[in-house]
């Protein structure tokens, strides 16, 4: 019943007005807020270390993992002013493009790669369920592994955090973020269960892939969503992780900070409010995380568990 009601929702999403939509989930998301209180935005079975773990290089304490997901054309827009924000802080990170929802430079990708940032695919469209059944997966996976193939890419996030772990080995990827430790707000809220990366394996002789799941809240949820006005969840849950030797992965949208200080939209948050985060990190941790991009993330885990 929950997979019909997902299903029929994407359905009519594209009729729905924008400011409706966020009424609807906002008035959803509270329930499910104190519903799963005792699993969100901490589940403390998530920090279990995995068995055989090989801790992090250089014997860094836990692992900071910045990516972005452009939902649309008003977030490629943004992706320079935030690719600057980051290097000033010291930080680089993945940005995930939708190919068949906008038109992504050229120039846009080689300028993010040169300074040292990351390029990843982030579905064909933003619409609706791929995973809905297998033949319109792999339908959508022989494109799908085309831009990998043309961007030189080699992860991938499903929009709306939508997965299905087996049918992924169809894609020609290295790691995979469509999963999270515990999101109750997600369509799909199936939650990896860990803070920790995962190899998933396959019987058919293929490579495994490395699958990556966010840890904390998307900004989003947060401050659109939820309304928050302060980072302090993001704070406590970045030093929960810390001190259980995880990943702290980050999913921030461009598309929704507001980067000039004018008045807010009515799906916008403060652009000081990640850079505050971006600063609390360094002066909380400095020295103790290895800052690390996902395809650097899923090389190491890739060679320490395969």
């Known amino acids: 019943m929950h997979s019909f009601l997902i299903n029929a929702y994407y359905a009519i999403k594209p009729i729905i007005p924008r400011r409706l939509q966020l009424a609807l989930r ?23 270390t995995p068995p055989n773990w090989p801790g992090w290089p250089d014997g860094k304490k836990f692992a900071f993992v910045l990516t972005h997901d452009v939902e649309g054309e008003r977030g490629l827009g943004k992706c320079l002013q935030l690719m600057e924000v980051e290097k000033r802080h010291g930080f680089r990170s993945l940005f995930n493009f939708v190919p068949n929802e906008y038109s992504v430079p050229q120039e846009l990708r080689k300028k993010l790669e040169n ?11 933003h619409k609706g ?27 991938f996030r499903s929009p709306s955090m939508f997965h299905h772990l087996e049918w992924m080995h169809d894609l020609h990827i290295e790691y995979d973020l469509s999963t999270f430790d515990t999101d109750p707000f997600e369509p799909q809220s199936d939650g990896l269960g860990t803070i920790f990366p995962l190899l998933v394996r396959t019987n058919s002789g293929r490579p495994g892939y490395i699958e990556l799941p966010y840890s904390l809240p998307q900004d989003h949820t947060l401050f659109v969503i939820l309304r928050e006005k302060s980072i302090e969840i ?7 992780i810390a001190d ?7 999913n921030v949208h461009p598309d929704y900070i507001n980067f000039n200080g004018t008045q807010l939209s ?40 395969s």
């Open 129 to 155: 369920n791929i995973f809905k059944n297998r033949q319109q997966f792999e339908s959508h996976a022989i494109k799908i592994n085309h831009y990998l193939n043309d961007w030189r890419a080699v992860g």
């Open 26 to 48: 906002r008035a959803i998301a509270e329930r499910k807020r104190e519903k799963y209180r005792h699993v969100w935005p901490i589940d403390e079975k998530t920090g279990a």
């Open 244 to 250: 259980h030797g995880g990943m702290a992965l980050a």
């Open 234 to 240: 993001w704070k406590k849950k970045l030093d929960w």
């Open 266 to 305: 009515f799906e916008e948050y403060p652009l000081n409010y990640y850079e505050n985060f971006l600063k609390y990190v360094k002066s909380r941790h400095e020295g103790k995380y290895w800052q690390a991009l996902p395809k650097q993330v899923s090389a190491y885990v890739r060679n320490k568990l």
């Open 115 to 125: 300074e040292g940032f990351e390029i990843g695919v982030h579905g064909l469209t």
